[in-house]
């Protein structure tokens, strides 16, 4: 079947009647979600028939993104804001909305699900609607290593399950984890165009720069008049998003400066950073840090040499703005005081991150080599603070989802899950230095990025359980992997 075809089967002018549909059950909010639920479906459902996979996909990444996660509790669980509604739509589990108990997955994982079965369908039938030139997909370490950490996730279910391992619980535990490889190849396939790569990259930090504006926002004119003590504004995901956001506008600068993308940054960088700063999240520098250090090392020369010059001025500077700020409360010295907290383990947040890191660890000990698989609680062998009166299911994930994924895999589960982030760091690396367009290596070293910030929000702060976080960096790598297969294709891979 033909895309011509195709397009007689379910021409695009039918997604009129769906669109009509939709915007008369806005007329029913008065009634509530439920009664949206249907309307939304039946318009989702046409339009995914007939629309490019890449629109379908960039469309569901891009309203992921923008939409707060009810989850997460965005804005200290004290505001809603406008997306609030649409975001519970999208990730709470339908049967809060439909009544119907059965339906314990959330919309985002169903349109998900639909997009790769209709992806199946249309290559099984041969349409080339989505891959007209059959370039093919993800490049065979990708491809590898996606199969690879799947397999690992359903020998992890079922053995930690045969071990007596709670099957609900275990669930929550594999949720957003299963989904990885899963959107990494439904990206790979959708995402394989210049116009798809482009649309990505403004997606990222079009969506990065709304969020920071509402984080603004509600701490301005919400929760410091109101007189409301928050620690924080947007969630730990808004980090990921803004810190690879920022770093995509610097690369843009390095890869060409030009009036265009001087403007970009001008307009973007100060809301990210303002919206880092009102966040309040430490985990932020490092990231940062770690991907200003890629874009030099990534960059050209000319780059890493004038960094050299700078260093000599910088790095005397830095020291001495530490050195005064170290004890200081004053705002311009906000930057020491995150790093001052993120070296010190006195405040009562280290101290229990420690203890539970050391339960970690001992539950490894346990079962060092194929860990005690999913569905289990971690060993508590000393206890910080009761929480179970109020929290049961405390100990079935924990903060450190590094450590907390390798109690859970043993190491040999660990390296056949974790592999696929260091290989898809070595795809982005090749896929760089052999790509001739700055938007090819623009997502190429922004796939880096975004791997190194999901890791460190991973060790930081249960990262691995962010929707946010998979969403970013499986749409990167799956881009990233189409141009590999075509740079392989075409002879440009050395």
Not at 26 to 35: F, K, Y
Not at 211 to 232: D, H, K, M, Q, S
Not at 331 to 351: K, N, Y
Request: aromatic share 8%; hydrophobic share 55%.
């Amino acid at each position: 079947m033909n895309a011509t075809t195709y397009g007689r089967i379910v021409p695009a002018s039918w997604l009129i009647w769906p669109a009509t549909a939709a915007a008369l059950g806005l007329v029913m909010l008065g009634a509530g979600l439920v009664a949206l639920v249907p309307l939304i479906a039946i318009a989702a459902v046409a339009a995914l028939l007939a629309a490019r996979m890449q629109v379908s996909a960039l469309l569901l990444l891009g309203v992921a993104l923008l939409v707060d996660n009810p989850g997460e509790r965005p804005y200290a669980g004290l505001w809603q804001s406008p997306l609030s509604a649409l975001g519970s739509l999208l990730y709470d589990n339908l049967h809060r909305h439909t009544g119907i108990d059965a339906l314990r997955v959330s919309a985002l994982e169903l349109l998900a699900g639909g997009l790769l079965l209709l992806l199946a369908v249309r290559k099984r039938r041969g349409d080339r609607l989505d891959d007209p030139t059959n370039l093919g997909v993800v490049p065979n370490p990708m491809k590898v290593a996606f199969a690879v950490y799947f397999a690992a996730m359903v020998w992890l279910e079922g053995y930690g399950l045969a071990r007596g391992g709670d099957f609900r619980n275990s669930l929550w535990q594999i949720r957003q984890l299963f989904w990885l490889p899963l959107l990494g190849v439904l990206f790979g396939h959708a995402l394989k165009t210049a116009g798809a790569r482009v649309a990505l990259l403004r997606i990222v930090m079009v969506v990065a720069w709304v969020r920071c504006l509402l984080g603004i926002y509600f701490v301005n004119v919400i929760a410091t008049p109101g007189g409301l003590e928050i620690e924080y504004a947007m969630t730990h995901s808004d980090t990921i998003l803004s810190v690879v956001a920022m770093l995509i506008g610097l690369a843009a600068l390095v890869e060409r400066l030009s009036i265009g993308h001087v403007v970009m940054n001008v307009l973007l960088q100060p809301v990210l950073v303002w919206g880092l700063l009102v966040n309040d999240r430490r985990l932020a520098l490092v990231a940062l840090a770690g991907g200003g250090l890629t874009l030099v090392l990534l960059g050209p020369p000319m780059l890493r040499r004038r960094l050299k010059r700078s260093l000599l001025v910088m790095v005397p500077v830095g020291i001495l703005y530490v050195a005064i700020g170290w004890h200081s409360s004053a705002a311009i010295f906000g930057p020491v005081a995150t790093l001052r907290g993120m070296s010190s383990s006195e405040d009562v947040s280290s101290q229990t991150r420690d203890i539970e890191n050391y339960n970690l660890i001992q539950t490894l000990k346990a079962h060092p080599i194929l860990g005690s698989g999913f569905g289990h609680e971690y060993n508590e062998v000393v206890q910080a603070y009761r929480i179970d009166s109020v929290f049961a299911q405390y100990r079935f994930i924990a903060h450190n989802s590094v450590l907390w994924l390798l109690s859970i895999a043993g190491w040999l589960g660990f390296a056949a899950v974790w592999a696929v982030f260091p290989v898809g760091v070595l795809v982005a690396i090749a896929v760089h230095r052999a790509s001739t367009t700055p938007v090819d290596r623009i997502v190429a070293f922004a796939t880096v990025a975004a791997i190194l910030s999901l890791m460190v929000q991973a060790w930081g702060d249960m990262g691995l359980q962010s929707w946010m976080g998979i969403l970013v960096v499986t749409s990167l790598m799956g881009a990233t992997g189409a141009m590999y297969t075509a740079q392989q294709r075409t002879g440009e891979l050395a």
